[in-house]
């Protein structure tokens, strides 16, 4: 076998389709809404955890908490789409 040929990468077949790849991101990406309200409602709202910092992760309210992380990053990917 000719060294050269060992240098040309195989082409591997990917098959995706683009209707469930995006059914299945938008799935995902409203059970982590979900998430993270309950998150809200019962470590925030609820006051399970002492600290503050912490609770305030958790806050949607919040400009830093994970909530507003999660919104733009929804964002991005609309953008992107």
Do not use: H, K
């Not at 389709?17 to 309200?37: G, K, N, Q, S, T």
């Not at 006051?47 to 990053?73: M, Q």
């Amino acid at each position: 076998m000719p060294a050269s040929s060992l240098l040309v990468p195989s082409r591997a077949a990917v098959d995706l389709d683009p209707r469930r790849l995006v059914r299945d991101l938008v799935f995902v990406l409203v059970c982590l809404e979900a998430i993270a309200v309950l998150l809200d409602l019962w470590l925030y709202c609820g006051g399970v955890i002492a600290s503050y910092d912490l609770r305030a992760l958790f806050d949607a309210t919040n400009e830093s908490g994970l909530a507003s992380w999660l919104a733009v990053t929804q964002a991005t990917l609309i953008a992107l789409t």
